[in-house]
Nanobody, 122 residues
Framework: VQLQASGGGLVQAGGSLRLSCAASGFDLDYYAIGWFRQVPGKEREWVGCITSADSTYTADSVRGRFTISRDNSKNTGYLQMNNLKPEDTAVYYC?????????????????WGQGTQVTVSS
C-alpha cells in the first residue's frame, strides 16, 4: 500500500505546476484525498481536499489558484497550481482517508505520500 506524490519542481512566480498523487495497493475511489504543505520550521498547512464524491475544498490562501481533482481510472489525484507565488514554496504531501464525506474535518488520514518539493522563484 503506497501513495506517491510527484510533479514538484522549480518554477518562476506566475507559473504553474501539477502535482500527482498515485495510489498503489488500494482503490483510491473510496478515499478522500487531502493535500498539505510544509515549510521547514513551520507547522504543516492544509491546502485542500477532494471527497470520494468529488466535492472539493481549498484553503483561503490558495483558492482561485489551486484546483484539486482526481482520475479514478488512473487511481490518482491531482493538485493543479496556477499563478504560483514565492510563498507557495514548500514540500507538498498528499494523503488518503476512507469514508470521510466532508474532508476538511479529517484529523487522521489512513495513508500519506512521501512529499514533493515545490520551489517558486521571484
Amino acid at each position: 500500500v503506497q501513495l506517491q506524490a510527484s510533479g514538484g519542481g522549480l518554477v518562476q512566480a506566475g507559473g504553474s505546476l501539477r502535482l500527482s498523487c498515485a495510489a498503489s495497493g488500494f482503490d483510491l475511489d473510496y478515499y478522500a484525498i487531502g493535500w498539505f504543505r510544509q515549510v521547514p520550521g513551520k507547522e504543516r498547512e492544509w491546502v485542500g481536499c477532494i471527497t470520494s464524491a468529488d466535492s472539493t475544498y481549498t484553503a483561503d490562501s490558495v483558492r482561485g489558484r489551486f484546483t484539486i481533482s482526481r482520475d479514478n481510472s488512473k487511481n490518482t489525484g491531482y493538485l493543479q497550481m496556477n499563478n504560483l507565488k514565492p510563498e507557495d514554496t514548500a514540500v507538498y504531501y498528499c494523503a488518503a482517508d476512507r469514508g470521510a464525506s466532508y474532508c476538511p474535518v479529517i484529523v487522521e488520514y489512513d495513508y500519506w505520500g512521501q512529499g514533493t518539493q515545490v520551489t517558486v522563484s521571484s
